[in-house]
């Protein structure tokens, strides 16, 4: 079974922090995703990486920045915390071959203060 | 364009019965369709997905796409309490490469026992 896992599930964060979301694939993806998901707004994409160091901007990537140093493992950033980057943070990856099926992990919540 | 429309619901409908979930899009270029659920607090997971125009089933679901009304639908049949949950629809131009999916912001269903 594939397996995504990240770190945290709620994590409560204070305006201005630096904040590190973490994720790891067990299945030797080459392709990892970061996404948020609001109420109303659904899944949208933030960063990808297609390979270890390489990494592009989604559609909302203004705010974040992301680290990809092993294939395994894809890093979330959020420099510094704002109130309007509470939501629920959700990490997938695939493989490039098949990037339509992705696999997810069960999120993060993440309260701005 | 990248939009993808899908009406949150709630849907709610007994036990038992055949349901109806729906999405439209704008993109003709968009070849690959998913279908993903995700129950609640947990991250989403792949139902279906389909290439181009058709059907395809899968026990107790159905998903259809037609391309020239740029409209996808997916069927389940045999409702069960079980299947609530939020179902999100999601498209893409190619199988392969690394850049995200596009997500409709999901349909809440409710079975009720």
């Known amino acids: 079974d594939v397996k995504v896992t990240q770190s945290s599930r709620y994590l409560v964060k204070r305006t201005g922090e630096k904040v590190f979301l973490e994720c790891v694939q067990d299945m030797d993806h080459e392709n990892m995703f970061w996404y948020r998901q609001d109420p109303g707004l659904g899944l949208r994409l933030i960063y990808f990486?297609?390979?270890?160091?390489?990494?592009e901007k989604g559609d909302i990537p203004e705010g974040y920045s992301v680290s990809r140093e092993k294939k395994e493992r894809f890093s979330l950033i959020l420099e510094s915390a704002s109130t309007n980057q509470t939501s629920m943070y959700l990490c997938?990856?695939?493989?490039?071959?098949?990037?339509?099926?992705?696999?997810f992990g069960a999120g993060t919540r993440l309260s701005v203060l | 364009q990248k939009e993808v429309e899908q009406d949150p619901g709630p849907l709610s409908v007994p036990e038992g019965a055949i349901v109806s979930l729906n999405c439209t899009y704008s993109?003709?270029?968009?070849?690959?369709f998913m279908w993903y659920r995700q129950y609640s607090r947990k991250g989403p997971e792949l139902l279906m997905y389909?290439?181009?125009?058709g059907n395809k089933e899968d026990g107790r679901f159905t998903a259809q796409v037609d391309k020239s009304s740029k409209y996808i639908s997916l069927f389940i049949r045999d409702s069960q309490p079980s299947d609530s949950a939020t179902y999100l629809c999601?498209?893409?131009?190619?199988?392969?490469?690394?850049?995200?999916?596009?997500f409709g912001k999901g349909t809440h269903l409710i079975i009720q026992p």
């Open positions: 993109n003709s270029a968009f070849q690959y």
């Open positions: 999601a498209m893409c131009e190619s199988g392969g490469g690394a850049d995200g999916l596009t």
């Open positions: 990486s297609y390979d270890v160091k390489m990494k």
């Open positions: 389909t290439y181009s125009s």
């Open positions: 997938a990856s695939s493989r490039q071959e098949a990037k339509n099926i992705q696999y």
